[in-house]
């Protein structure tokens, strides 16, 4: 879940963190707090507050265990990996569909959330720039760009990464992130190399073919954080933009946090980006920006090449 630390030496800290002197209140579901000597850390007694955010829905339906790791001295050596476990496959599910649950990764921050593809074995990822609450020119708001992946899709995702915007295009709604250091400051390992899904040139789609979607839809779990959801529909429409082809519409899911997540064909190819829905008062419908559409110098980036 998501929770955040306080720390106060004046006495107990109430919900809405008055008395507290230092605090730690990320999207982190590994939130660390450090404080220093020359920072106000003095001998005597202190109270430490755990606060889980948690919806009036699910607020007392938890039985969460919280571990606390308190040490004195230099900075910790956090026990987080600092490559991606395993992908453990769960029984009756294809290679391919576990390969595919294994690249799709979860994407927080302070202002937003959605969902990501890993597009290269060094950690590159696709998303949507509206995941990254992304200003008109390109800038991604909302503090640390946290990524985390499914090892065991019955369970919440780890977040493992802290990335960073190698390319913002704002008309197209496209981001590329890089995986640029552990959720602790580490640099990142990736050896031998990510699971990750092949970005196409263009996607072969045709109207009445079949889609899968993956994403962490908001709506996916019973608490704050949420399991890896699937979904699936049709090719209901071909949009062409420009003159090329761009968007498709589907009826598909996609609900809020699936965003930037991936799309699939009958053979797990990632052929598009769950972008934005059109609802009316009965039906919705699901519109997702085709690989197409990726600009050639982020696909350089993706292979290796100078952009």
């Known amino acids: 879940g998501d929770y955040d630390l306080r720390l106060a030496d004046s006495g107990p ?22 404080v220093t000597r020359s920072e106000g850390l003095h001998p005597g007694r202190w109270w430490l507050q ?30 987080v990996p600092l490559a991606l476990p395993p992908f453990a496959p769960v ?31 060094d950690g590159l990822i696709l998303t949507n720039a509206h995941v990254l609450d992304a200003t008109p020119d390109g800038e991604p708001q909302g503090g640390d760009i ?22 913002v295009d704002v008309d197209l709604d496209l981001a590329l992130l890089r995986l640029d250091r552990t959720v602790h400051g580490e640099e990142v390992t990736t050896e031998p190399g990510l699971v990750f899904l092949p970005l ?6 045709a109207l009445g073919d079949p889609i899968t979607v ?6 996916g779990g019973t608490s704050y954080r949420v399991n890896v959801t699937l979904t699936r ?51 919705a419908l699901g519109f997702f920006r085709l690989v197409d559409s990726v600009p050639e110098d982020w696909r350089r980036v993706v292979r290796g090449e100078p952009r």
């Open 13 to 34: 800290i109430d919900t809405a963190g008055t008395g507290a002197g230092f605090s730690a209140e990320t999207a982190r579901d590994l939130e660390s707090l450090d």
């Open 50 to 79: 755990v606060l889980l955010a948690a919806t009036e829905d699910d607020a007392f339906a938890r039985d969460d265990t919280v571990r606390i790791g308190i040490g004195f001295g230099e900075a910790p050596a956090y026990d």
């Open 91 to 121: 029984e009756g599910v294809s290679p391919a569909l576990a390969r595919a649950i294994a690249a799709t990764v979860e994407i927080d921050t302070d202002l937003s959330s959605g969902t990501g593809t890993v597009v290269s074995p």
């Open 146 to 167: 946290l990524v985390a992946f499914t090892d065991r899709p019955d369970r919440p995702p780890r977040q493992l990464y802290v990335a960073e915007a190698v390319a």
């Open 200 to 205: 196409r040139d263009r996607a072969r789609v």
């Open 214 to 219: 993956l994403g962490y839809p908001y709506v």
């Open 233 to 283: 529909g049709v090719v209901s429409g071909l949009i062409r933009q420009r003159g090329e082809r761009a968007l498709i519409s589907s009826d598909a899911t996609i609900a809020s946090g699936n965003s930037g997540g991936a799309a699939f064909d009958r053979d797990w190819n990632l052929i598009a980006i769950p972008t934005f829905v059109v609802r009316d008062d009965v039906d």
